[in-house]
C-alpha cells in the first residue's frame, strides 16, 4: 500500500508539477488548492496523509493556523512548509508547532524529496510506536492479574484505586517471580500517562560504574569512549514512568543523586552545565526489605520515605494457590501457541503435584514449568513426568553444620571472602546460578554480574 502525500498549493502549476513528481516516487497524492479543499479530503474523503507538504500562506489562511487546528486529529502525520517570502517569525513558529521542515521557494525536487522522504520515515516511526503502545493497552490491562484467590482480588482492587491517582512515586515488594514487572506495567499502561514512555531499568544488571551514565545520560567528552551526547534513562522517560526493577541493589552513593533528581525534577548530565527538567513517576520495586536494609545503613532512609509514597506488596504464589486454577491453564495455552502444541487434558495427578508444591520461584517458575512440560507434550495430555517437583517433605534440609569456615586471620581479603562464598555456592547448586542464587538470598542477575566479576564457572540457565 502506497503512503500518502498531501500537498497543499495555490499556484496550479506548481501543485500540478509536485504531484506528477511524487507520484512517480510511487506516492499516493492528493491535491488541494486551499485550506477548505485541504479540509474536505482529510475530513470527508478520510485521506490519512503521513506528510503534508503545504505553501504557507493560501487564499483562505495561514497554513500555520491549519496546522495548529488539525494536529490532534493528525498526530502521525509530518508537515513540511514552501513559502515564497517566510519570516523568521513564521519558521519559528512552524517548528514550535512541530512542523518537520520549512523550505523556501523555489526550491530544487531532488532536496524536496529528500525531505519528504525524511518526513516519512518519521511518521513510520511514530505510528509504529503508536500501534505498539495500543498492543500494550490491550495487553497489559486489569485483567492481566490472573487469580481468584481473595489476595489476587484485594491486589486487583488496590491496583484500581492507584491507576487513578497522579502519583509520584511508589515501591512495589514482592518475592523474585511473583510479577513485580508485570504490575508496574500494568499500573503504567492503565494509568494517567499511559500514552507516554515507558523507561524500564534493572539496578542490580547493570555495574554500578556505568549506572550514573545511564541514569542521568553524559556528553560528548565526559569520558573516555563518549564520543556523543546520550540521553540517560530518565531524560528518556520525561512525560512518562520509569521503572527500577531491584532497586535495593543501588550503589549507596547514587541513591542522594536518584533522590535529589526525584525530589527537584532536574539534574545533569554527566560533564554538562546544564541542567535537564523532566516530569517522570517513579516506580521502584524489590524483592528485599528495604526497611531493614535502612536499619543496616545499605540503603537511604530520605530514599525510601521519598519512594515510599505508596507500597504494593505481592504475595507469594503458596500463599494464593487457588491462583493456579487460572494460571495453568492461561499459561499451557500460551506455550501451545508458541511451541506448535495441542496440550488440553490436564490430570488429576499434575494438579495435585502444583497444589502441595511450595513454589520457591513463584509464577516465573510455574511459566517456566509448564513450558517445558508443553515442548515435551507428545499428545494432549500434559505430560507429569517432566514437572520434576520437589515436595518440602523429600527436600534435602539445610543443617547448621553444612555451614563454611572462613578464616579471620588477616590471610584472606574481603574481596576473596566473596569469591570464596561464591564458589561454594555455586558447587552446592551444581553451578547453576539461579540456585545458587536462592542459597544466598540474592537475585539472579546480581549473582550472575558477581560470579562474572570474579571470573568462576557457571552453567547458563
Known sequence: MKDALLIIEDEVLLGNELARFFKKQHWDVNVAEDLGSARQLLVENKVDPIVILSDMNLPDGNALDFLEQSKNNLPNCE??????????????????????????????????????????????????????????????????????????????????????????????????????????????????????????????AIPKDLMESELFGYEAGAFTGAK????????????????????????????????????????????SEHTVEVDVQVIAATNRELQQKVKNGEFREDLYHRLSVLNIHIPPLRERIEDLQDLVPQFVDECNVKSGKHVKTIPANVWDQLESYHWPGNVRELHNIIERCALLAENELFPAQWLQLLNKANEKPILANEGMYIPLDGSLSLNDMEKLILQEALNRANHNVTGAARLLRATRETMRYRVQKHHLKFEQD
Open 79 to 204: 508537515w513540511i512548509f514552501l513559502t515564497g517570502y517566510g519570516t523568521v517569525t513564521d519558521s519559528v513558529r512552524a517548528l514550535r508547532l512541530g512542523a518537520y521542515d520549512f523550505i523556501e521557494k523555489p526550491c530544487e525536487l531532488d532536496r524536496l524529496h529528500m525531505l519528504v522522504e525524511g518526513a516519512a520515515r518519521s511518521a513510520r516511526a511514530q505510528r509504529r510506536l503508536q500501534q505498539e503502545t495500543s498492543q500494550h493497552f490491550n495487553r497489559y490491562t486489569l485483567d492481566a492479574l490472573i487469580g481468584r484467590s481473595p489476595p489476587t482480588k484485594r491486589l486487583k482492587e488496590m491496583l484500581k484505586q492507584v491507576v487513578n491517582v497522579p502519583f509520584s512515586s511508589l515501591v512495589i515488594t514482592g518475592e523474585t517471580g511473583t510479577g513485580k514487572g508485570l504490575i508496574s506495567r500494568i499500573l503504567h499502561y492503565t494509568g494517567t500517562r499511559a500514552n507516554k514512555p515507558l523507561v524500564e531499568l534493572n539496578c542490580a
Open 228 to 271: 556523543k551526547r546520550h540521553r540517560g534513562l530518565l531524560e528518556q522517560a520525561d512525560t512518562g514512568t520509569i521503572f527500577l526493577d531491584e532497586i535495593g541493589e543501588l550503589d549507596l552513593n547514587l541513591q542522594g543523586k536518584l533522590l535529589k533528581a526525584i525530589e527537584e525534577l532536574k539534574f545533569r548530565r554527566l560533564g
